[in-house]
């Protein structure tokens, strides 16, 4: 900005860990942010980041908005850009395809990109068989249902979970996981790192760690960007989960949004890409421009996940590398789903193995203290 240029203002849908790297990418370059969010502490105003009315008006005088590491309010921003004729990488139609895992499973059918079998009624091939809730992240309302006992009890469940009640029944595939982050500039996807995901034991689904590089990544990646074309994504960041099933890559998930494990920190430190730059530049309808997309490997890295014992926090402290999530006085329960971990760790290296060295002993270092 010039000398007496008025800063503009970016609303930022959520305020948890997913959304900081964004936040701090702003004020890096001197835009004003407005988070939204309605957990008290994390947000400028106390307005829940799916709330698209209360958005609606905190939005009324701002530049654009974005919503950085969860799914459902990528829709919401795209629908108050859509309606303030503000700027959005995202057109509010494609943003519903892409929080949407029927429409996102439908839209990747008829294009021919490699998927889980799929069904919205019966287990589409035998069990073991995953059950979701259509319009959920994070492993919320998801079941692996093991034989048909189960079945209906899982049904049940996401069904509860779901905001519309609809439920996704889908074919599980065995295999290591790897996260795909890229970037679209005017229907270009751009692949800047490939990331290994790897899970906590006895919560399925939940990221214990991301590893960069992934191995032999080349056929996820060009996986990843037949069903960000499919979705219809043309402009902004993508995030894209694929299992390395027997055969081929199989996608899971799409999202139009930066990676909610820290991902683009990741990438930022050991590829020198600045993601969540480019995504607040493209919130704001700035120019991103491709050169600032191309990786430049100089290192391993490893984000670490930390679980805390559970009970009530009375203090947490480790290494200089460890951030953590939560106050003192919040309750830890079983690590279930996502927003149950405590916090990361990011540690690199000259290669996967010592980044993953480094990083098992920055969290041997971690004490957190509950009762």
Request: proline fraction near 8%.
């Amino acid at each position: 900005m010039t000398p007496g240029q008025t800063a503009p203002t970016l609303v930022v849908l959520g305020g948890g860990p997913a959304a900081r790297h964004a936040i701090d990418a702003a004020h890096e370059l001197g835009v004003r942010t407005v988070v939204c969010d309605r957990e008290p502490g994390l947000g400028d105003v106390p307005v829940s980041s799916e709330d698209v009315n209360g958005v609606l008006e905190v939005a009324r005088t701002a530049d654009g908005l974005i919503a950085p590491g969860t799914d459902w309010p990528v829709r919401v921003a795209a629908e108050v850009a859509e309606r303030l004729r503000l700027p959005h990488p995202l057109p509010a139609g494609v943003a519903r395809t892409a929080t949407d895992k029927v429409a996102q499973r439908t839209a990747m059918d008829a294009a021919g990109v490699p998927q889980p079998a799929w069904s919205t009624d019966r287990p589409p091939a035998g069990y073991p068989c995953v059950v979701k809730a259509a319009d959920r992240q994070g492993q919320r309302a998801m079941t692996v249902v093991r034989d048909a006992a189960g079945l209906d009890a899982a049904v049940e469940r996401a069904s509860a979970g779901s905001r519309s009640g609809r439920v996704v029944l889908e074919e599980f595939v065995p295999g290591g996981e790897v996260t795909v982050n890229g970037f679209c500039v005017d229907g270009r996807h751009l692949v800047v790192g490939v990331n290994d995901r790897q899970h906590f034991e006895g919560a399925h689904g939940v990221a214990q760690r991301h590893v960069y590089p992934a191995p032999d990544s080349e056929p996820a990646a060009a996986a990843a960007t037949a069903a960000v074309r499919a979705l219809g994504i043309a402009d902004g960041p993508t995030y894209v989960q694929v299992m390395m099933g027997p055969d081929s890559p199989r996608i899971m998930e799409v999202a139009a949004r930066l990676g909610g494990g820290h991902d683009s920190e990741l990438l930022r430190r050991t590829t020198g890409v600045d993601l969540a730059t480019a995504a607040v530049r493209a919130a704001l309808g700035w120019e991103v421009e491709q050169a600032a997309l191309e990786p430049h490997p100089r290192c391993a890295g490893v984000v670490e996940f930390l679980r805390a014992p559970e009970g009530q926090l009375e203090a947490a402290e480790g290494p200089e590398c460890a951030r953590f999530y939560h106050p003192t006085g919040h309750t830890y329960g079983p690590l279930r789903i996502a927003t149950d971990r405590a916090g990361y760790v990011l540690c690199t290296g000259a290669s996967r193995e010592e980044a993953l060295a480094s990083a098992r002993n920055a969290v041997a270092q971690v004490r957190f203290t509950t009762r």
